[in-house]
């Protein structure tokens, strides 16, 4: 089937072609004639990666009318990267229409450059749950000549704390406009949106995530020895130096230390997690696009709303809490009709929850191995001076404090510290002397540049 027989015009699906999109997906063969033809709601349920996007984009571009200067559809989004990526298929598909006009509000950036941008005839909007409440607080855009509400990746919004908002918004909108949810769970929250807000009559549309996970995308994992797990995850990063992929962990806090860990090393990588401010996630994701960056580390908190086309790979450093989760994260590979890894770095221990997660999903894991690198010549102890004492405020406890968050060591990494007033000595293997160097080189601590030597070892 072709997107012209759903009933997308031939503009759109030029458009379509020119970006090496020709079949329609299950979720958008399902959904376009829906949206396309009925005057109902729509519910629909599908995992990460399914389309979806395409799936409201497409025919809502085809109802508006590109003469009435007016917002005709609202989509709602959880987060700043889904929105501009959204914003963007819109712009992309609507290349030959005549000129339908998008813009892309959230937080993070001054309000008064949205403000100044919805001054201009908009025929879309694309937001963030709490700025477009803020817009509308400053009547800097009205909701009356609305068709079309989205409510994109509602349970992303939900476990974000938009419910309120999403309330509010709702309870704006006059009761004709179309109301299109997309979820991949259906938790209490999104039951509630749907028994409040979406049509009886609603047309419900599910895309089996067991089928949808086992498309294209080989499920592994690797057993790790106790105290090796780093080791076992750069011997299969260095098999794979010119893929990329992403790399889930539980806790920002990881997330950060595991980045500064893999500093220096031949595959370059960086964390994407909640302490960095907007600018910095930008710098981040345009690395990751554009190539400098191979690996992605994120929380799945933060990796929300992140869609990156051809990544070959999804590392689960820590197993998901739930299986839900491992669709997520393994969703973001093998997109488009491309095959992708998904691998789980576990102990031996740890087989009982991926027998959970292939009984829940319907899945089948496969081990693979690794080969560690024969090394000894760099596991001898090596002594780096640093120009940080007493004086600075560094006792050895806290100097053990400050290498573990800021150079990624491990507490028992460093050994035989002795503190003076404005230097330090301490002891590591040599294997983290490029690490802690490439870490802490434009560092700086009460307006002092941080200054290290490698200096031969002291003993008593």
Do not use: W
Not at 87 to 101: C, G, N, Q, T, V
Not at 171 to 181: E, F, G, Y
Not at 335 to 362: F, H, Q, Y
Not at 432 to 458: C, D, G, P
């Amino acid at each position: 089937m072709t997107f012209g027989q759903l009933g997308i015009n031939e503009a759109i699906t030029q458009a379509l072609l020119e970006n090496k999109i020709s079949q329609p997906s299950d979720i958008q063969r399902k959904a376009i004639p829906h949206i396309l033809k009925n005057e109902t709601d729509l519910v629909s349920v599908a995992q990460t990666g399914t389309g979806k996007t395409a799936a409201f984009c497409l025919p809502i571009l085809q109802t508006i009318n590109p003469g009435l200067a007016e917002i005709q559809a609202l989509v709602l989004v959880p987060t700043r990267e889904l929105g501009q990526q959204v914003a963007r298929e819109f712009f992309l598909f609507s290349k030959h229409m005549p000129r339908i006009f998008t813009e892309c509000v959230y937080g993070g950036v001054p309000i008064d450059e949205h403000i100044q941008r919805l001054k201009r005839s908009t025929h879309v909007v694309v937001a963030t749950p709490g700025r477009l409440l803020d817009l509308l607080e400053r009547k800097a855009l009205n909701l009356q000549n609305l068709k079309f509400v989205v409510l994109d990746e509602a349970d992303e919004m939900m476990n974000m704390g938009f419910k309120t908002e999403i309330d509010k918004i709702l309870n704006l909108c006059k009761n004709d406009v179309r109301k299109l949810l997309f979820t991949a769970t259906m938790p209490a929250d999104v039951t509630a949106v749907i028994r409040d807000y979406i049509r009886h009559d609603a047309v419900t549309i599910r895309i089996n995530a067991e089928e949808f996970i086992n498309q294209n995308i080989e499920h592994s994992y690797i057993i790790y020895n106790q105290g090796e797990k780093l080791d076992y995850l750069k011997a299969f990063l260095s098999e794979r130096k010119d893929q990329r992929g992403i790399l889930f962990c539980r806790t920002k806090t990881a997330a950060k230390r595991l980045s500064k860990q893999l500093a220096g090393f031949e595959v370059t990588a960086d964390a994407l997690h909640g302490n960095l401010n907007q600018e910095m996630r930008d710098k981040v994701m345009r690395g990751l696009r554009k190539g400098r960056i191979s690996l992605l580390i994120a929380t799945d908190i933060a990796a929300r709303g992140i869609d990156v086309k051809e990544l070959d790979y999804i590392i689960h450093y820590h197993l998901p809490e739930k299986s839900d989760q491992y669709t997520h994260r393994s969703g973001r590979t093998a997109r488009a009709g491309k095959s992708g890894l998904s691998v789980c770095l576990i102990r031996t221990e740890d087989l009982t929850e991926i027998k959970t997660i292939e009984s829940n999903l319907k899945i089948k894991f496969t081990e693979i191995s690794v080969k560690l690198p024969n090394d000894t010549k760099h596991t001898h102890p090596i002594g780096i001076q640093i120009n940080l004492g007493l004086i600075q405020g560094f006792t050895k406890n806290y100097l053990v404090e400050f290498l573990v968050e800021e150079a990624g060591l491990s507490t028992g990494d460093v050994k035989n510290i002795r503190v003076n007033d404005n230097s330090a000595y301490f002891e590591v293997s040599a294997r983290y002397e490029n690490q802690i160097f490439l870490n802490l080189r434009s560092y700086k601590v009460a307006h002092r540049n941080i200054k290290m030597t490698v200096v031969e070892l002291e003993r008593d």
